[in-house]
């Protein structure tokens, strides 16, 4: 094997200066870019972001591929990354001048695993930051993190192509699209109930519901009317 078998070696500043470059490009042709933008070492730091990864991390079809993205997105070559319902479209830098496009599409959560979860988050979660933060009783991450109720998507959930001519089953700009998810997530993390096609507002509703119904019950009142959904989200900023 000769030397010039091997790939020609490519400082991570390089590779950040190429993206950067290309970020420019593509801004000058549409403002409407959404770069995932990595400090330091920690690929995500909200609660959803690092739950989504380390379910990403947890599946052995991913084990030898996941990984691979890593030092992709702290390059910053995810140049542009939209999440829209249950879809996924983004722009990583590779090798080549042009980056590849990346699609990943999620399956839709099954109703009957939310209707669980609704039923065990009863009364538990009291307002929608705390929800985003994360900041909820520990046996409450569990379930949401727990596969026998399929909140985080399974490989059989999660459908990716890119236009790359990599043939593996997840090349490096997918496997970098998918922890730039997580990232975005610490931006938004309302954006993962929007991927998984749930309404995680109704979390908060539902549990607001029950407290107030319980309230005027302790207290003797009957109430023969609904609690209407524009109460509730007037009340407690839903």
């Known amino acids: 094997m000769s030397y010039d078998d091997f790939p020609t070696y490519v400082s991570v500043g390089e ?4 993206a950067a470059k290309s970020l420019e490009k593509l801004k000058k042709k549409n403002g409407d870019i959404e770069p995932v933008i990595i400090d330091g070492r920690t690929l995500a730091k909200s609660w959803w972001g690092k739950a989504w990864n380390l379910n990403l991390e947890s599946y052995a079809d991913y084990e030898n591929r996941i990984g691979r993205g890593k030092s992709y997105v702290r390059n910053h070559a995810v140049l542009d990354l ?8 983004a722009k990583v830098q590779g090798t080549r001048v042009r980056p590849y496009d990346v699609e990943v599409v999620i399956d839709p959560l099954n109703h009957a695993n ?3 979860i609704l039923e065990l988050c009863n009364r538990r979660i009291d307002t ?7 900041k909820f009783p520990k046996e409450l991450a569990i379930i949401f993190t727990d596969k026998k109720y399929d909140m985080f998507p399974s490989p059989r959930e999660i459908h990716f ?3 790359c001519p990599d043939w593996a089953y997840m090349c490096k700009h997918v496997a970098a699209t998918l922890y730039g998810i997580g990232a975005r997530f610490d931006q938004n993390p309302m954006l993962f109930f929007e ?11 539902k549990s607001v519901e029950q407290k107030v119904e319980s309230m005027l ?7 023969d009317r609904e609690i209407l959904e524009r109460d509730v989200a007037d009340i407690f900023g839903l």
């Open 114 to 116: 939310w209707q669980k």
């Open 217 to 223: 019950k302790n207290a003797g009142r009957k109430s």
């Open 161 to 163: 192509d890119c236009s």
């Open 195 to 205: 991927l998984r096609g749930i309404n995680g507002q109704e979390l908060i509703r």
């Open 15 to 18: 590779k950040k200066a190429k």
């Open 128 to 134: 929608l930051e705390q929800l985003t933060e994360g």
């Open 82 to 89: 939209k999440i829209s319902g249950g879809k996924v479209a």
